[in-house]
């Protein structure tokens, strides 16, 4: 891509970026990215989104913390197309003509905690939380909650191995997080005991 266009694109994702109403400062949303509902995405500080991203939220939250980064791709779901008793599933809502009619008890928010990336391709599903200073690799399809610092992949996605050890993570979390926000010791051995298996 030329320096015009790479100029372009990223200016048409600044004015696209500040469309939505609750994204932090020096974010930045792909203008390729659909978006269900921009009241429900929550965006923390430094964080972006990449190309061609597909985020189903119309009933419920997406929150992404701070320095979030995705790869190209990503797509987050945060409700089913449950049936409703008595209707066909490809039957149009009477509030809304362009909706299914379905049952949106189901739907449930998707947190994305701070300093985590996403590779090109995963998949998030709804109810999911992905602890903060994780990885997920390309393709990767999250339907369960993911612990703090590890790498998962796969499909589902299963923890591979943590991003560090015990004392690396704290030495990290000790240079970027106020005290009362860090893991302790006690409770990093307590979620490397039970993922380490």
């Known amino acids: 891509m030329n320096i015009i266009a790479r100029i372009w694109n990223k200016a048409i994702d600044t ?4 469309t939505f109403p609750n994204v932090g400062r020096s974010c930045r949303i ?24 597909d985020i189903m939220n119309t009933r419920a939250k997406v929150v992404i913390g701070k320095h979030f980064v995705s790869g190209p ?20 809502s009477d509030s809304d003509k362009d ?8 739907d449930k928010d998707v947190v994305i905690e701070d300093d985590i990336w996403t590779g090109y391709g995963v998949t998030i599903m709804k109810g999911v939380t992905i ?24 499909v589902p996605a299963k923890v591979l191995k ?3 050890t015990i004392d690396q993570i704290l030495e990290h979390e000790s240079k970027l997080y106020p005290e009362n926000e860090r893991y302790t010791r006690e409770q990093l051995e307590e979620i490397f005991a039970k993922y380490s298996k």
């Open 73 to 92: 791709k990503l797509t987050i779901i945060t409700g089913d197309h449950m049936p409703i008793v008595g209707r066909f599933l490809n039957t149009v």
């Open 131 to 154: 602890g903060r200073g994780s990885i997920v690799a390309a393709r990767a399809m999250v339907n369960k909650n993911v612990p703090p610092y590890c790498i998962v992949g796969g």
């Open 162 to 164: 943590f991003r560090w």
């Open 99 to 106: 909706q299914l009619d379905v049952n949106h008890e189901y």
């Open 15 to 18: 004015l696209y970026t500040a």
């Open 30 to 53: 792909s203008h390729k990215t659909s978006i269900g509902c921009k009241g429900n995405l929550i965006i923390g500080e430094c964080s972006s989104i990449g190309n061609g991203a």
